[in-house]
């Protein structure tokens, strides 16, 4: 079957920097995304990862280990407009751009 | 940019009514997606669209349907709204049917159902 996991919450000091984890199990693999989410509002696009390493964009960067099935979401520098759900989601293979969602991570940065 | 826009961003309604929630994007794009959000569930799909008038049913399609009349508008309908659909409701669309092809999400609609 097909299932993500990552942690429900996190605190963080601002200026610091935190590692968000997701893990997954797919029949199948097809990348990897993560989206923002701020309270009340939509998801928003921060990565998309298809390849083993790291990708760096700003102050955000994402890591995927296809053999361990697993990715973290790196957040340097922290601001407190940082403070959001983090979004782990992998498209079903052969299911046309479909994804499953993990649960989200909750951060939240203190000053 | 890609823009996706919902029709409310609020809405209350009462037990028994129809309610027609619509969901348009400006990107010429082919997918489109009606998830709700639920703490502690996550984002699920309720249900999906590759082209106009096709429609197929995602994990929790029980309780809605759908109408994709033209490519920009999605709409999800709740026949008869009960209390437990009270929930966000998040439209997305993307350009292709490829594992790689990025969702854009609407700014979502909370439904209240009294």
């Known amino acids: 079957g097909q299932n993500i996991d990552q942690p429900t919450e996190m605190t963080a000091t601002e200026g610091a920097i935190v590692q968000i984890n997701c893990t997954y199990q797919?029949?199948?693999?097809?990348?990897l995304f993560w989206y923002q989410q701020h309270a009340g509002e939509a998801p928003t696009f921060l990565s998309y990862n298809v390849l083993d390493g790291l990708e760096e964009k700003g102050r955000f960067s994402s890591f995927l280990s296809r053999s361990k099935g697993y990715s973290y979401l790196l957040l340097k520098e922290l601001q407190m407009k940082d403070s959001a759900s983090y979004l782990c989601?992998?498209?079903?293979?052969?299911?046309?751009?479909?994804?499953?969602f993990g649960q989200g991570t909750e951060l939240s940065v203190k000053p | 940019d890609v823009k996706v826009t919902q029709s409310s961003r609020y809405l209350v309604k009462r037990t028994g009514e129809k309610v027609f929630l619509e969901c348009v994007q400006d990107?010429?794009?082919?997918?489109m997606f009606w998830y709700r959000q639920d703490p502690g569930l996550g984002l699920r799909l309720i249900y999906f669209s590759y082209d106009v008038k096709m429609k197929e049913k995602g994990d929790i399609p029980e309780g809605y349907s759908v109408s994709r009349e033209k490519k920009e508008r999605f709409s999800l309908i709740l026949e008869s709204a009960s209390t437990n659909q009270t929930s966000m409701y998040l439209c997305?669309?993307?350009?292709?049917?490829?594992?790689?092809?990025?969702?854009?999400f609407g700014p979502g609609t909370r439904l209240l159902v009294l």
């Open positions: 990107m010429d794009h082919e997918n």
């Open positions: 997305a669309s993307s350009p292709g049917t490829s594992g790689s092809s990025t969702q854009y």
């Open positions: 797919t029949s199948g693999f097809n990348g």
């Open positions: 989601a992998v498209p079903l293979y052969n299911q046309g751009g479909k994804l499953i």
